[in-house]
């Protein structure tokens, strides 16, 4: 493991979430490192993308929706993609982690593999990759090193849709291959075009790597190499290492056919043939050789039995011995008894290995009748630790380890995992909180912020949380967005133009500290000009608030005269009271003696709770009234 603390991502936390601890690997189109999702506490391996790839917009469409579509990918076999994100210039994909080795390092520590081994590592490999097929996904660069070997022996495969995302790069554009030479079909070479029998192409080329050590074309340059697979057929691997069996020999030709329409329809056709072969392999095969060591047959010891004696009683010479009298022991008896005594020898050893059988497919089953299934089967039932899922209820089996089809000794364990159904997570109180305490609060819950809208609120204190939607205690998915209502404390009533006495006594009714100051003005007398503070200003109930008005000329009859002078050929009309009626009502009224009208609002009571000019003012016909609800 790669701990380089010189990297400049080791300590930083990334989208708030996730700390990187350490760097693990690092790639041609990625780094991966070892981080803690802060969120949930749990470790978690972060693919982070080269920055070359997060400054390509198409990349990062394409990697958001190719992360969605491996997220959507629930299989024993494959890395588990929890989240994908951004986070300024880190384009970052969040994975399980797999403490492990890959399988190339297994490779370059042993070189080669029995045939049975290397089946039984690439039976999970297709396993995986039929799943991803069925659902309509191709790998694209199948590998060893994308194959990960856990410490208790689980395979899993990673980078599902990685080289799908890099495709809509301009890195792409400009004549580059997606995948690995040593692992590419002809069409991928000569066309650029994968489908789901590119990748069996590939896992026949890592088979015939696994029980070689090595890959059928070697060449000075990758261009020679990709010319090699596009022109020349894959030899079989018996023709580098003869004791491989026909059988494996039949599944790599199978898998790398040149012709696309040759090769199995899919890794789970491929997975098919693979298992048959297993199945009618040796049971059990000797420990690998080293090179240097010759290797032996386990029955070469019993086929040669029969032979040797007989040979050896063919080649005595014929002599004409003295007849004697006495015991002349039968030499063809003898051969016969020597050779019954190694077939019962072979026959009980073969009836003492242990018999295998197949691991039934349990999932999706009710926990209990699973593992009553198993256990009239011949196995022994253990329950693992639950997992929340969303696709399959609580108490159906979401996983068996090992999985379903495997071949295991009769009478073995078999883990089943329960589904503990979607995980929900209750919205958290957060009312009184700050704004900033309450995204804290939401956040660590498992959810994510929503949009924060400010209210006006007498109640709550300004700038404290009112309530949230989805409210307090109810039950939502993880991740999912919870909106937060701050209280805006009070908002300044608009009382500009109202009488001095009204406005004056409504904000001392709502709790403010009043100060009136009047000034000339040309305005209509006593009438409010200005406010501070200013209307829908957010408040706090006990304020202080300055209204300037119009002085209170004790000649307001000359003032009204004066400005009937330029309208004396107007008719001048009483204005009615309309305090307390609706205000369309009002309105109606008003405009019915032909007054205009203007609306202005204190409130949402719908009533009209004040009237300038005031009831009984006499008006010229036209004049416009305000009203304040």
């Known amino acids: 493991m790669d701990t380089t603390t010189a990297d400049p991502l080791v300590g930083r936390l990334l989208d708030?979430?996730?700390?990187?601890?350490?760097?693990?690997?690092?790639?041609?189109?990625?780094?991966?490192?070892?981080?803690?999702?802060?969120?949930?506490?749990?470790?978690?391996?972060?693919?982070?993308?080269?920055?070359?790839?997060?400054?390509?917009?198409?990349?990062?469409?394409?990697?958001?929706?190719?992360?969605?579509?491996?997220?959507?990918?629930?299989?024993?076999?494959?890395?588990?993609?929890?989240?994908?994100?951004?986070?300024?210039?880190?384009?970052?994909?969040?994975?399980?982690?797999?403490?492990?080795?890959?399988?190339?390092?297994?490779?370059?520590?042993?070189?080669?593999?029995?045939?049975?081994?290397?089946?039984?590592?690439?039976?999970?490999?297709?396993?995986?990759?039929?799943?991803?097929?069925?659902?309509?996904?191709?790998?694209?660069?199948?590998?060893?090193?994308?194959?990960?070997?856990?410490?208790?022996?689980?395979?899993?495969v990673v980078d599902f849709g990685l080289a799908r995302a890099i495709e809509a790069t301009n890195q792409t554009r400009t004549g580059v291959m997606i995948g690995t030479i040593g692992y590419m079909a002809p069409e991928q070479v000569t066309l650029g075009a994968t489908d789901v029998r590119s990748d069996v192409y590939a896992a026949g080329i890592m088979l015939f790597e696994l029980v070689t050590g090595q890959q059928p074309y070697d060449g000075q340059t990758p261009?020679?190499?990709?010319?090699?697979?596009?022109?020349?057929?894959?030899?079989?691997?018996?023709?580098?290492v003869p004791e491989v069996p026909p059988l494996i020999d039949t599944l790599v030709t199978h898998a790398t056919a040149r012709e696309p329409a040759d090769r199995?329809?899919?890794?789970?056709?491929?997975?098919?043939?693979?298992?048959?072969?297993?199945?009618?392999?040796?049971?059990?095969?000797?420990?690998?050789?080293?090179?240097?060591?010759?290797?032996?047959?386990?029955?070469?010891?019993?086929?040669?039995?029969?032979?040797?004696?007989?040979?050896?009683?063919?080649?005595?010479?014929?002599?004409?011995?003295?007849?004697?009298r006495g015991f002349r022991p039968n030499w063809f008896l003898v051969v016969l008894a020597a050779v019954m005594v190694v077939a019962v020898g072979l026959t009980g050893w073969f009836f003492a290995q242990p018999e295998l059988v197949r691991v039934p497919d349990l999932v999706g089953k009710n926990l209990e009748l699973a593992r009553k299934s198993a256990v009239a089967a011949g196995f022994k039932v253990q329950e693992g630790k639950g997992l929340n899922d969303e696709k399959v209820e609580a108490g159906l089996v979401l996983s068996s380890d090992p999985p379903a089809n495997t071949e295991v000794k009769k009478g073995a364990t078999i883990t089943l995992v329960p589904s503990l159904g979607p995980k929900r997570i209750i919205v958290p109180n957060t009312g009184g909180m700050s704004g900033d305490e309450?995204?804290?609060?939401?956040?660590?819950?498992?959810?994510?912020?929503?949009?924060v809208k400010r209210l006006a609120n007498q109640v709550v204190e300004r700038g404290k949380v009112i309530r949230t939607s989805p409210q307090v205690g109810e039950k939502v998915r993880e991740g999912s967005k919870v909106d937060i209502f701050v209280s805006a404390g009070?908002?300044?009533?608009?009382?500009?133009?109202?009488?001095?006495?009204?406005?004056?006594?409504?904000?001392?009714?709502?709790?403010?500290?009043?100060?009136?100051?009047?000034?000339?003005?040309?305005?209509?007398?006593?009438?409010?000009?200005?406010?501070t503070p200013k209307a829908k200003a957010e408040v706090d109930k006990g304020a202080q608030v300055a209204i300037t008005v119009a002085r209170c000329q004790t000649d307001f009859f000359d003032w009204f005269r004066g400005d009937n002078e330029a309208r004396d050929d107007q008719q001048n009309s009483l204005v009615p009271s309309v305090i307390g009626k609706n205000v369309r009502d009002a309105k109606a009224d008003l405009e019915a003696q032909g007054f205009k009208?203007?609306?202005?609002?204190?409130?949402?009571?719908g009533v009209v709770q004040f009237q300038r000019p005031l009831p009984g003012s006499e008006r010229p016909t036209g004049s416009t009234v305000i009203l304040w609800q």
């Open 264 to 324: 199995p329809a899919d890794a789970t056709a491929m997975l098919v043939a693979a298992v048959d072969a297993h199945r009618m392999l040796p049971r059990l095969t000797n420990p690998p050789m080293s090179h240097s060591q010759p290797h032996t047959r386990t029955f070469s010891a019993a086929h040669s039995a029969p032979q040797a004696a007989p040979a050896h009683t063919l080649i005595q010479p014929r002599e004409e011995a003295p007849k004697r």
């Open 597 to 605: 009208v203007r609306v202005q609002k204190l409130g949402n009571a």
């Open 16 to 156: 708030g979430r996730y700390r990187i601890e350490s760097r693990i690997a690092r790639g041609g189109m990625a780094t991966v490192y070892l981080a803690l999702d802060v969120r949930l506490d749990r470790t978690v391996a972060l693919k982070v993308m080269h920055r070359s790839l997060a400054e390509d917009p198409a990349f990062v469409r394409r990697f958001i929706g190719e992360a969605k579509s491996v997220a959507s990918l629930s299989h024993p076999n494959v890395v588990h993609v929890f989240d994908q994100g951004t986070d300024n210039d880190v384009v970052y994909l969040s994975m399980e982690y797999v403490p492990g080795k890959t399988l190339r390092d297994i490779l370059r520590e042993r070189g080669r593999l029995p045939a049975r081994e290397a089946l039984e590592i690439m039976i999970p490999v297709l396993a995986a990759l039929g799943a991803a097929h069925q659902a309509g996904m191709v790998h694209r660069d199948v590998k060893p090193e994308n194959v990960l070997m856990t410490d208790d022996g689980r395979v899993k």
């Open 438 to 451: 309450a995204r804290s609060a939401i956040a660590a819950a498992g959810l994510t912020v929503g949009v």
């Open 490 to 531: 009070m908002v300044m009533p608009d009382v500009n133009g109202m009488p001095k006495d009204e406005a004056a006594g409504y904000l001392g009714q709502q709790g403010f500290q009043v100060q009136v100051n009047e000034v000339d003005d040309d305005a209509e007398p006593c009438t409010v000009i200005a406010q």
């Open 223 to 240: 261009m020679s190499v990709a010319y090699r697979h596009v022109h020349d057929t894959v030899p079989a691997p018996s023709s580098l």
